[in-house]
């Protein structure tokens, strides 16, 4: 197990550089940083004095040796848009983005496997056809859409849900993620109860829970005890994957909502050409992709007794 | 037999059951307001007090008036710093931290301002004459990097300053605690101008030494608020100055500033009262407003002081033949584009904005979209055009490639010039490209084929556009600003003796000169002005948009305690036909 979880950690320790790295490439090929930011306005010699103040005036290579130091030194450079420390304007985005994911992903696990679950229980009936009908809608409705339609109706004209931002203290942060939290849990909430749906109407008639009914356990309880653990395994990977939008964020939601996440920072740096910032926001979100992706594997461990991790 | 006739009831059953479901919910809905949520108390005079809360669709870079040179900065730096010179509402250059308009030589050279007396920085420290020419220093020091080099190079010992064979800048020199006077090496009509611009704003200096880099966080200037609290990416709030040196300025006690809000959800809270102005709408919001009959008295919408332009590269064929670029130029339909934008854009001819010295309607030249001409011009040129099926599309005698910027509008503005060119046989190819591509790309010689492109005012004076974007001068290996790479001796000669002319009027006449011959060359068909609609609450008084500085809201007072409006109820079939669902109409 140990050397199992080393030699994983290795490896996204690998996947971690090798994206940084490419974008490190991209974002100092394709465009002129120094304007980007200093603007149309900038005469030649600002544009200069910009490039040698930030080190763009080297070679890429050199650049390249510079940036990967600081990164093992824990010095992830300075936003050339903000001036500020990369590391100070992320850890200021990412518990903003972090509280909005986490709630939505509790929206997706409650709506998507209580949907699944119902569905499951009521095959072919009309329940069922409709909890996947309404799975449809949710897997094909654009989130600027339901966004926009969920901002005027539940914020704007019932008042139920501030109309966007991030209000001033914990409990109004809060408030105001639950709009835009519900909006993004619409997605995987009907992706969670396709699964959950198919994977329990395996298992559901398997013989251990056919066994467990002639034990005398009640439908529900052999339903949830027995047939929803094996059921979650796939959800559970699933999970481990989209940890990652936890982090990186979701930048349409974000923006309809005037949420001030990392989703939105991506877009705002990557428009900018602030390559620090890029490069921090990569680092951020693929490093939590590894550790997804990881942590993801253990739980199925942990919830399989037949998955045994080895070297 | 029976068990269809069975499913046929249980269907009809659920759609009833569906529908009454609808209406409910549909009567249930509250109708979105059809005016102002709220009005104000109707005091005759100004009152101080109150919280003004405006927003910005991205997140503010810093306060530094020497660094930051963005719009959503501005906002703010307005608020928190001022300079010698600015202008008055109707754009006109007035004293503000100086007492009076500048003494200035015969010779041109030397301008003497004396500062107004008891002016103190938001600390409680005095300004003196020192502050001003510290900060000046600050600004022009190399390691500061601003901006603003280009719009003081004219100072006289700037260059010993920068390549640090000097400690002070010579052209600046304090007489007094209250006098400061500044040497130019040339004569220089748009010097104060330059002074007039937050680049010339004074801040002091044990500030900028106690916080550094960071000085953009900790603003101290001596502008009417200070800065209360930031929070990055959300909001900004300024409290008023209490050192504040104008009687009774500013009105409101806070102004709020929201960040990161997207039109959409920016327009939904003003309409609920939550944003007291906006200055920005989606196509559908400013349709409405326009549409709206109760919020007539509340917008406004007027023409900035800016230019866009289908720019061609004189350097490169087809472009570097005048006849092709003036068939470009009258082949454009600057109504239908108008048309098309929803008349947020006004059409031009000309290379002056309207209001700037030099602008003549009738400008000889004026470029207009006249398809004769256009065909007449491509003759000229050597193009001849055939169109065997009549159908006004000539078959095409020409390929370009136009660069973008990306996104909608971008897109639209390069179908637009494909749409016109066509008719006279030239196909466009659109090109989009990131702004930083564009901006690097568009600016080295013999690059890019034609763009549009567009600029801004820095200040409100002809030299600003004709100087920048079509001066020779303005030609680099790289980072050129005349990206129609554009040379013409006779043009540069004009504009460089308009540029020292100290009579107003004869100035005018060599830019009115100017103007016309670059819309007869043409390295530009120009197109637009654009049109910009401000929209405030009904308790915001006196507002007044400001001609030179964007969403200048210091100059307001609020009429408070702002009372509600009655808010209508039922009649949910309004919002839910908004919405496009059916089963909600009548």
Known sequence: MTRYVLRRLAWALFVVWAALSLVFVLVHGVGDPAAATLGPRAGAEQLREFRRKHGLDRPLLEQYARYVAGVVRGDLGTSFRDEQPVSRVIATRLPRTLLLGALALAFELVIGLGLGIFAALRRNTIWDTGTVALTFVGISAPTFVTGLVFLYVFAFLYGWFPVGGYGVDALDHLRHAILPAFTLAIFGAATYARLMRSEMVEVLGSDYVRTARAKGASRLRAALAHAARNAMLPVVVLVGLQLSTLVSGAIITEQIYAWPGMGRLAFEAISALDAPLVLGVVLVTAATVQAGNLLADIAIAALDPRVRMTG | ?586
């Not at chain 2, 207009?368 to 003759?379: K, S, T, V």
């Not at chain 2, 308790?539 to 030179?548: F, I, L, M, S």
Request: aromatic share 10%.
């Open chain 2, 1 to 586: 037999m029976c068990s269809i006739r069975r499913t046929d009831a249980g269907l009809a059953k659920r759609l009833r059951a569906s529908l009454l479901l609808g209406a409910l919910v549909g009567a249930g809905c509250p109708s979105p307001p059809q005016g102002p949520r709220w009005q104000g108390a109707g005091s005759p005079t100004p009152r101080r007090g109150g919280t003004l809360v405006f927003h910005h669709e991205s997140d503010v870079r810093g306060f530094d008036p020497h660094t930051s040179f963005d719009e959503l900065s501005n906002m703010g730096i307005k608020l928190l710093f001022e300079g010698l010179l600015d202008y008055d509402a109707d754009g006109h250059l007035v004293p503000r931290l100086a007492e009076a308009m500048p003494e200035v030589s015969d010779d041109g050279l030397t301008y003497t301002f004396r500062l107004r007396e008891g002016i103190r920085f938001a600390s409680g420290r005095p300004v003196t004459a020192e502050d001003v020419r510290w900060s000046l220093e600050r600004m022009l020091h190399p390691r500061v990097g601003s901006p603003g080099l280009t719009f003081y190079t004219n100072l006289e010992g700037l260059d010993a300053y920068r390549d640090g064979r000097a400690q002070h800048i010579a052209g600046i020199r304090v007489i007094d605690e209250r006098t400061v006077a500044f040497r130019l090496r040339a004569p220089d009509q748009t010097f104060l101008y330059a002074m007039a611009m937050t680049f010339a704003n004074v801040v002091p200096r044990e500030n900028v030494e106690r916080w550094g880099a960071e000085v953009a966080r900790h603003p101290v200037g001596t502008g009417p608020y200070v800065l209360e609290s930031w929070e990055p990416g959300v909001r900004v709030v300024f409290r008023r100055n209490e050192h504040y040196w104008r009687p009774g300025r500013p009105y409101p006690d806070r102004q709020i500033f929201e960040l990161n809000l997207s039109r959409e959800p920016a327009f939904l809270r003003f309409l609920n009262g939550e944003l007291d102005i906006i200055h920005r709408q989606s196509p559908a919001d400013y349709l409405y407003l326009k549409r709206s009959p109760a919020w007539r008295p509340y917008w406004v919408q007027r023409p900035s002081i800016d230019l866009w332009g289908y720019a061609m590269n004189c350097e490169l064929p087809p472009f570097d033949n005048v006849h092709v670029r003036r068939a470009v130029a009258h082949a454009i339909d600057r109504q239908r584009w108008a048309r098309t934008r929803l008349y947020r854009i006004r059409p031009t001819g000309q290379p002056l904005p309207p209001g700037l010295l030099g602008y003549r309607p009738d400008l000889p030249h004026t470029q207009r979209f006249d398809l004769e001409i256009a065909r007449r011009e491509m003759a000229l040129a050597g193009y001849t055009l055939r169109d065997p099926d009549g159908d006004g599309i000539p078959e095409p005698v020409l390929t370009v490639e136009m660069w973008i910027g990306e996104g909608p509008t971008g897109q639209v503005y390069g179908e637009l010039v494909q749409s016109d060119l066509r008719r006279i046989g030239i196909t466009v190819q659109l090109k989009p490209v990131s702004f930083p591509v564009y901006l690097r790309e568009s600016g080295k010689p013999r690059t890019v084929q034609s763009l549009m492109t567009g600029w801004s005012q820095d200040f409100p004076d002809p030299a600003d556009f004709l100087d920048i974007l079509f001066h020779s001068r303005a030609i680099h290996d790289h980072d050129s600003e005349n990206r129609a790479f554009y040379r013409n001796p006779e043009l540069d000669a004009l504009l460089d003796e308009a540029r020292v002319e100290r009579d107003r009027e004869r100035r005018g006449r060599l830019y009115e000169r100017a103007a016309s011959i670059v819309a007869r060359d043409a390295p530009w068909a120009f197109t637009f002005n654009s049109m910009k609609l401000d929209a405030w609450q009904p308790y915001v008084r006196d507002y007044r948009p400001h001609p030179v500085w964007d969403n200048y809201y210091a100059e307001l007072w609020l009429d408070l305690p702002r009372r509600r409006i009655a808010r209508q109820v039922g009649g949910g079939g309004t919002a839910l036909a908004w919405l496009g669902w059916p089963w909600s109409l009548p």
